[in-house]
């Protein structure tokens, strides 16, 4: 069984990835990822056998998330572990692992091309890569202040029957079995908003 720390490790090294790929400029984006079952002591407290959320810093950009500031709760929120306060979407994702257990990772970006989609009403496609592509073009929902109760009602309603959902006039929040299927999708997500708009572009000349 792995330990706390290695899953730490493990998200500081996507965490940089998708920093260096462009997709959370500046401090924008969080990252969260469930462990199932921990059995092991955090900050002297015995967590036995239950699931612990790691989740990314507020105000902290993903490039410098390390070891130390990745922020561990329980279910509910309670702090557990780790410098500073988690990130201000944080009950949007423990709202949306209590709906979808299959989910044990949350990558939320605000990567350029789709972000730029975001705010138009022009829509992303999905292309080859999604796996079997039952829409045409990737789920936009309805804005909603960040960190707000709006956002977790529409984001969690929104992920029921999608891995991926364009954030009106703010981003793109990806799920996944584990955060490298999370990063990656939110990764194809912006590549899709690229190759989308370079067909708008050649389209209209």
Do not use: W
Not at 36 to 64: F, R, W
Not at 151 to 172: Q, R, W
Not at 177 to 198: H, M, P, R, W, Y
Request: net charge negative.
């Amino acid at each position: 069984m792995f330990k706390l720390e290695e899953f730490k490790k493990n998200m500081e090294n996507i965490c940089h990835e998708i920093y260096g790929n462009g997709l959370t400029p500046g401090l924008s984006g969080n990252v969260s990822l469930k462990i199932p079952d921990l059995n092991e002591k955090i900050n002297k407290t015995s967590v036995k056998h239950q699931a612990v959320i790691l989740i990314t810093p507020t105000g902290v950009s993903l490039k410098d998330i390390n070891l130390k500031n990745i922020i561990v709760t329980d279910t509910d929120g309670n702090h557990l572990d780790g410098d500073g306060k988690p990130s201000s979407e944080l009950y949007m994702h423990l709202r949306i692992y209590k709906v979808r257990e299959d989910i044990q990772s949350i990558v939320h970006t605000h990567s350029p091309y789709a972000t730029g989609f975001s705010f138009t009403n022009k829509q992303i496609p999905r292309l080859e890569g999604f796996g079997k592509i039952r829409e045409p073009y990737i789920n936009v929902i309805d804005y909603a202040p960040p960190g707000s109760d709006e956002l977790v009602e529409l984001a969690t309603e929104g992920v029921k029957n999608e891995d991926v959902l364009i954030l009106k006039d703010h981003g793109v929040l990806a799920v996944g079995s584990n955060i490298e299927n999370a990063a990656i999708l939110a990764d194809f997500t912006e590549k899709c908003a690229k190759t989308g708009f370079v067909s708008l572009l050649l389209n209209n000349i």
